[in-house]
């Protein structure tokens, strides 16, 4: 009896923070926010749902940090080098027939995975003629990805990850330790714009070549991982490429038919060349 | 390896189990090997896993039971449906969850109690979807991970199974179970094995 009125709390919750300040997490995967709302009513120390979505409803000031518990960073720079060294072998030779190129990291989080492209295409000798999106539902995170810091103790793994993904350069010359901060050099950011878009609300706003979407999807139930993907495929041009995480896929999509598999181990899709 | 003793249980009492959770941890190859190769053909229920396993590296687990178990393997992935008869792992570092309308969804959030997959965040998912249908194993492990989940279970109406922590590789998570289930079952893996047999037959 219990879990039913935990469930309807939830939905009203998820209800009220659409209505009231249009994030819309109702098309979320549900266990993964339960367990999260749940850690949000703790830290406020609200003894049920119910006064959770009272609180949020009537002090805005709480909604930042309640988007920092409904919205999951987890990021690495290069996460899964595996991924970014087929990115260099099979997407990074087609890239280089276009004059310019644009770019988009949806859900890019505080803009790990940005990063990892700009220094990525940097080596590949890409970086001059392309733009780079990087797009995301909380403005804290991308507030952090526009800075380009993050914590020196993190740096032995981005470098690891960076040698794995078979990197041409050294990490060390993309950025400059401070007080235990690496601050990533400003030219990577150069070309790049990070700005507020909804997969589950926005509409197409370019077009591009390379959509990187990694770690995102599974966050989301079918409806809206299609809605996305029905984004990513407008956005993208005859033969683009998208990246998904390595344990998501178009398997259970509607668009598993129009894109090819260009590598099923790292989740790389070209665009079908057809009208 | 296996003994055949046939100890009388309660397990009749689980005619409408849904399905398996099972945690392990240190030790994990071994313990398993002593259950999932004795799963027979046809076996009604899914079973999902978690071992905890360093992140990184690709697992090793599906190519491990492929060869050995009469029913499917596979790592799940997200959105995966649950299909009975299938044993599906966690991957490695990710969290797996189990949906409303029984799929199966993944997550990287922070690792919980340092483990991600965490086997709390899978049982007590599973113990929101599958109430009393759901019976919950934690198996050899040094880890506390594991016990909140395994209570979540039971709370729930499930059915919770305890490896006998004396006779597991690595005691401390079946007794840290055992310490937030006292009521538990307490078997050693070949009571285990026979005890989901039994419960499907």
């Known amino acids: 009896m219990s879990e039913l009125t935990h469930d309807i709390e939830l939905s009203l919750l998820l209800e009220a923070i659409f209505r009231r300040y249009h994030y819309d997490f109702r098309g979320y995967s549900m266990a993964s926010v339960k367990r999260r709302v749940h850690q949000a009513k703790e830290h406020f120390r609200c003894p049920t749902i119910s006064s959770l979505q009272d609180r949020v409803l009537h002090d805005p000031s709480v909604l930042p940090k309640l988007l920092s518990y409904l919205t999951v960073q987890v990021s690495d720079l290069f996460r899964d080098p595996a991924y970014f060294r087929a990115l260099r072998e099979l997407v990074i030779p087609h890239l280089k027939t276009y004059p310019s190129l644009k770019v988009w990291v949806a859900g890019c989080s505080t803009g790990e995975e940005l990063y990892s492209l700009a220094i990525l295409f940097r080596e590949e000798g890409l970086e001059e003629r392309t733009m780079f999106y990087g797009t995301d539902i909380n403005p804290d995170a991308l507030q952090q990805a526009d800075a380009g810091v993050y914590s020196l103790n993190r740096i032995p793994q981005f470098t690891e990850n960076h040698r794995r993904a078979g990197g041409k350069s050294s990490l060390s010359d993309y950025y400059t330790a401070n007080y235990g901060a690496a601050v990533f050099d400003k030219s990577l950011r150069q070309r790049a714009v990070f700005s507020d878009h909804s997969l589950v609300s926005d509409e197409v706003f370019a077009e591009v070549q390379l959509v990187s979407c990694r770690n995102v999807l599974i966050y989301f139930d079918l409806e809206i991982q299609n809605r996305a993907l029905g984004l990513f495929q407008d956005s993208l041009v005859r033969k683009g490429f998208l990246g998904l995480g390595a344990k998501e896929s178009l398997r259970y999509s509607q668009y598993a038919e129009s894109f090819v598999e260009l590598s099923r181990e790292e989740r790389l899709y070209q665009k079908r060349g057809g009208a | ?201």
């Open chain 2, 1 to 201: 390896m296996i003994s055949s003793r046939s100890t009388s249980l309660p397990a009749t009492k689980n005619a409408r189990a849904a399905a398996i959770a099972i945690g392990v941890s240190s030790g994990a190859v071994r313990a398993l090997s002593e259950i999932l190769p004795l799963l027979p053909r046809h076996f009604p229920l899914p079973v999902l896993i978690v071992v905890h396993l360093p992140p990184g590296e690709k697992s090793a687990l599906v190519d491990c039971f492929e060869g050995k178990c009469q029913i499917a393997i596979r790592e799940a992935e997200d959105k995966d449906p649950i299909v009975d008869g299938t044993i599906y792992f966690a991957p490695p570092d990710y969290h797996l969850l189990v949906e409303a309308d029984r799929r199966l969804s993944l997550s990287s959030e922070e690792p919980v109690l340092f483990s991600r997959p965490s086997i709390d965040v899978l049982f007590e998912s599973a113990a929101d979807v599958y109430g009393a249908a759901l019976i919950g194993i934690i198996l050899t492990g040094a880890s506390n991970d594991g016990a909140g989940g395994l209570k979540a279970i039971v709370a729930a109406g499930g059915t919770a199974l305890v490896q006998r922590p004396d006779l597991a590789q690595a005691s401390e998570m079946p007794q840290a179970a055992l310490d937030a289930c006292p009521n538990a079952l307490v078997l050693t893996l070949p009571q285990i094995a026979n005890y989901l047999q039994q419960t499907v037959a």
